[in-house]
């Protein structure tokens, strides 16, 4: 019998031993996946539960939707911002906040709604964005650039503002339409990660393209920004935010009061600003929340009241899931 050299039985071995482990590394994989399909499915299962128990405290929250919508002044501020908790029937706790949806920017009401039923941008908005982006602490060259550019992105027409641009910082075309989401402004040109973080907070895409209105009975003092953009030569930031201070209990009760009380009194407002400046709340934002931790999901609604009938216009979800 004619023996094997000890070279080939090694090799044998060698080979052996390689399959061994590749198949191994693909048990080890396939038991790996199988792990992730397996949490992946139950946190979907918890994620769906998640948004019916979420759907559930929006219904009740309605109600108190439009209990805040026929309040004023203070009343309606002592209202607005407080978290409470419901219990649904399961014995799921969910936490509940209305927040004033309009102590933002309207990004959409860069652009004015014609007759034709086209959007567009009017001078006078854009100067406001531009002046609002300058006390938030943009150069007055970098802030009308983005504030031209937010304007081409809403307005109808295909023709760039004198710094705007009609296509968004990856080519692409921009909207053109009302913005769904202010997050829509992140891709403009000239938008870097760090403005945008920056700018986030204070955006807001509401479905109206009225001129921005500023809830003075609401607006905290740390949101002063929103007060002083309506007129930066007569108002400064520091002045803004010393006249919400000062704000009384029961709050300003109408927009002539707000003008004559405080450290703004004896300014006469144009126009324009007094368009600008309400003691009412049209949008209302329903934040509601279920779990904790890394588990938690949150929902975040707009609405807007309407003949005692509260209206959803938009909803979205974030989860730690």
């Not at 050299?5 to 590749?22: F, N, Y």
């Not at 002044?73 to 029937?89: F, K, M, W, Y």
């Not at 150069?139 to 550019?149: N, T």
């Not at 703004?264 to 144009?270: E, F, K, S, V």
């Amino acid at each position: 019998m004619t023996r094997r050299p000890r070279r080939e039985k090694g090799t044998a071995l060698l080979s052996v031993l390689l399959i061994v482990a590749v198949m191994a590394a693909i048990a080890a994989t396939a038991l790996d996946r199988l792990s992730l399909s397996t949490r992946l499915a139950g946190n979907a299962q918890v994620a769906t539960q998640g948004r019916q128990w979420l759907a559930m405290a929006e219904s009740l929250a309605a109600a108190r939707l439009i209990e805040a919508a026929q309040l004023s002044g203070g009343d309606q501020a002592a209202l607005l911002g407080v978290e409470r908790s419901i219990t649904l029937p399961d014995g799921e706790i969910v936490r509940a906040r209305i927040e004033d949806g309009t102590n933002c920017f309207n990004v959409n009401a860069l652009a004015r709604r014609r007759a034709s039923g086209e959007l567009q941008a009017t001078a006078r908005r854009v100067f406001l964005f531009r002046d609002f982006l300058a006390l938030l602490g943009l150069p007055e060259s970098r802030a009308q650039q983005l504030a031209d550019a937010a304007a081409d992105a809403v307005d109808s027409d295909l023709l760039s503002r004198p710094l705007g641009n009609e296509r968004l910082a990856n080519g692409d075309p921009v909207p053109n339409r009302a913005l769904a989401s202010a997050n829509e402004l992140a891709a403009i040109e000239g938008m870097d990660a760090a403005t945008w973080a920056m700018l986030r907070p204070w955006l807001c895409a509401l479905p109206s393209h009225d001129p921005v209105t500023i809830n003075v009975e609401t607006l905290s003092p740390d949101r002063a920004a929103l007060l002083a953009m309506l007129d930066p030569e007569q108002i400064s930031l520091g002045a803004a935010r010393a006249q919400l201070l000062a704000r009384p209990r029961g709050g300003y009760g109408s927009v002539v009061d707000f003008w004559q009380t405080g450290p703004l009194r004896g300014i006469t407002p144009n126009q324009g600003r007094d368009a600008q400046v309400a003691v009412e709340t049209r949008f209302f934002r329903l934040v509601t929340r279920v779990g904790e931790g890394d588990g938690e999901l949150r929902q975040e609604a707009l609405f807007s009241v309407e003949d005692d009938r509260a209206l959803l216009h938009a909803r979205r979800w974030t989860s730690t899931w």
